[in-house]
């Protein structure tokens, strides 16, 4: 668990986890810019951001980043899905 992407980046080193679910708005930066730094740092994680903004842009970013996108109010069964369907 960690409370802003800068936190995340800083242990993803040592992460030994399969799936990524972050809010899209961060402190820091975004979840979808955050799903991208990962991947840049060679970490390989399924993604899933949500947001209760659903406005077209945002969620093109979470998608561009490879990252499945859920709208709030979140249903864990939904995310449950995406997270066996891309395992």
Do not use: C, M
Request: proline fraction near 2%; aromatic fraction near 6%.
């Amino acid at each position: 668990v960690a409370n802003t992407a800068t936190e995340g980046l800083a242990k993803a080193a040592s992460w030994n986890q399969d799936v990524l679910i972050t809010d899209y708005r961060l402190p820091d930066i975004s979840g979808a810019e955050l799903v991208r730094q990962l991947k840049t740092l060679g970490v390989v994680v399924h993604a899933v951001v949500i947001s209760a903004y659903t406005d077209d842009s945002t969620i093109e970013d979470a998608r561009s980043a490879g990252a499945a996108f859920v709208a709030k109010p979140v249903d864990f069964a939904t995310i449950g899905q995406l997270v066996l369907v891309r395992a």
